[in-house]
């Protein structure tokens, strides 16, 4: 699991009898933790290679995410970092956002995501005619958020350039105890483990030693895996 999904197992403790909303679900790929739960599904769930291309459904995942029904609840707490803060609800509802990022494929990191080189023509061309129609969005979905949590100053900082809003920073909680030095002697190496995903920028990290030459090792996967396969040299 990512970092999104550990938030998530946290929230699914301290409410085990928490109903869960999310666009599409994917048996496996969480936590039993959070596969206790009832997990709701959108309509996108039943679309053809949504495993692999969920990314291609971006277009349809505001109309997707309104269309989840919270009458009867008094407290929605979303994880969000595309469109889970853009629920609908009643002014009885109370709404706090755990805020990961507002959504970077439209906003700041855009031509990182769909670029013609790393999308493809069309996919890059329909998403620069959507994207000032999903900007508007967005940003006026944001005020259905009573009160918005982030995971960092910086998120806190995007969050009041993006959406104009404050926001309480919250660090995620991070199991420190696997952090701790290692008595074994270091290797002759250098090591980054991340997610292949374009913001965490791998593809630079690769450059970077295809011109040093040095030793280095890569841990992660990813939608980036095969691209960065390809650049990599025989150092790495």
């Known amino acids: 699991m990512r970092g999104g999904e550990k938030c998530l197992e946290v929230f699914c403790k301290l409410y085990p009898s928490a109903d869960l909303y999310s666009l599409l679900h994917i048996p496996g790929k969480v936590s039993p933790v959070i596969e206790s739960h009832p997990i709701h599904t959108s309509f996108i769930q039943n679309l053809p290679f949504v495993e692999s ?26 994880s969000s970092h595309c469109v889970a803060k853009s629920v609908k609800h009643g002014p009885e509802t109370l709404h706090i956002c755990y805020c990961h990022t507002p959504m970077r494929y439209i ?24 994207r000032p129609w999903l900007q508007r969005w967005d940003a006026r979905t944001s005020r259905r958020v009573d009160h918005f949590i982030a995971n960092s100053s910086h998120v806190q900082k995007r969050i009041k350039k993006h959406y104009g809003q404050e926001a309480t920073v919250i660090h995620p909680p991070v199991d420190t105890g696997l952090f701790t030095p290692d008595s074994m002697a270091k290797g002759d190496y250098f090591l980054i483990v991340a997610a292949f995903a374009p913001y965490k920028r791998v593809d630079l990290a690769v450059e970077a030693f295809n011109k040093l030459g040095y030793p280095f090792i890569i841990i992660g996967e990813g939608q980036d895996a095969d691209p960065l396969r390809k650049m990599a040299g025989p150092n790495i």
């Not at 291309?53 to 029904?69: N, Q, T, V, W």
């Not at 990191?109 to 959507?130: C, K, W």
């Open 53 to 78: 291309k969920y990314r291609y459904y971006l277009p349809l995942m505001p109309m997707a995410i309104e269309s989840f029904d919270f009458t009867g609840y008094d407290l929605i707490l979303s």
């Open 107 to 130: 906003w700041d990191q855009f031509d990182q995501y769909f670029s013609r080189e790393t999308s493809g023509f069309i996919p890059a061309t329909v998403m620069r005619i959507l």
